[in-house]
């Protein structure tokens, strides 16, 4: 089955700089690749996605990578905030023929120190 | 967020007691799924449904069953709960998007049931 390896574990930066996680996947028919943020507490918030036809995607201060060849995908986050702390989850998944299951990476605590 | 509830939120047994969690959408989407997640361990996959009564098996599904009689209700049983399966317990639901081997599915994740097995 499909197995996601995600670095580094933690993070950890200044307020302003960027942070960048990275995710490894196994599977080359692999589709789409969601990345969710955790704050403590709180249930896994889908952020942001990237479907296999494409190799970037951005949404204000984050963007998401594909490398399809190399198998792995990244989160970029600029300009951190406070609030950004939490905790980073990418997943793969087969999309439509595997019912939209998901396979998850072992998560990135990000902390953002003010 | 999506409306996704879980109940109960918390809840804390006794070894060798039965519990159900109860996962409830009002979204009518098709697909749901059961997580459980521990430190070091991110999210797995313990079943999932792909419509009424069609349910199968996830990454870590012994000691855990599943039902879901109708669209709405994706309900989890731990039949004889052990302390390994102390845990916080999410579930998910998604539709289908696109079509064919581009189809992809967003999950979005309810609130989460604290369960602690003493």
């Known amino acids: 089955g499909e197995n996601v390896e995600q670095h580094p574990s933690t993070l950890s930066v200044q307020e302003g700089d960027s942070a960048v996680i990275k995710c490894t996947y196994s599977?080359?028919?692999?589709?789409?690749f969601p990345w969710y943020k955790q704050e403590l507490g709180k249930r896994p918030q889908l952020i942001i996605d990237?479907?296999?036809?494409?190799g970037e995607k951005k949404d204000q201060r984050i963007a998401v990578t594909l490398n399809k060849t190399a198998k792995h995908f990244s989160l970029h986050i600029t300009e951190t905030q406070p609030e950004d702390s939490a905790v980073y989850f990418c997943?793969?998944?087969?999309?439509?023929?595997?019912?939209?299951?998901?396979?998850f990476g072992q998560g990135t605590i990000l902390t953002v120190h003010p | 967020d999506a409306g996704i509830t879980q109940s109960p939120r918390h809840k804390v047994t006794e070894t060798g007691t039965p519990v159900t969690l109860r996962c409830h959408q009002t979204?009518?989407?098709?697909?749901m799924y059961w997580y459980r997640q521990d430190p070091g361990h991110g999210l797995r996959l313990i079943h999932y449904?792909?419509?009424?009564?069609?349910?199968d098996k996830g990454e870590v599904s012994d000691g855990y069953s599943v039902s879901r009689s109708k669209t709405e209700d994706f309900l989890l049983t731990l039949e004889s709960a052990t302390s390994s399966q102390t845990s916080v317990y999410f579930c998910?639901?998604?539709?289908?998007?696109?079509?064919?081997?581009?189809?992809?599915?967003?999950?979005?994740f309810g609130p989460g049931t604290r369960l602690t097995v003493l």
């Open positions: 998910a639901i998604s539709d289908s998007r696109g079509l064919g081997s581009r189809s992809y599915n967003e999950q979005f």
């Open positions: 599977d080359s028919a692999s589709n789409y």
């Open positions: 990237i479907r296999s036809n494409v």
């Open positions: 997943a793969a998944s087969l999309g439509g023929t595997s019912y939209g299951k998901l396979t």
């Open positions: 979204e009518n989407h098709r697909y």
């Open positions: 449904s792909y419509g009424v009564k069609d349910t």
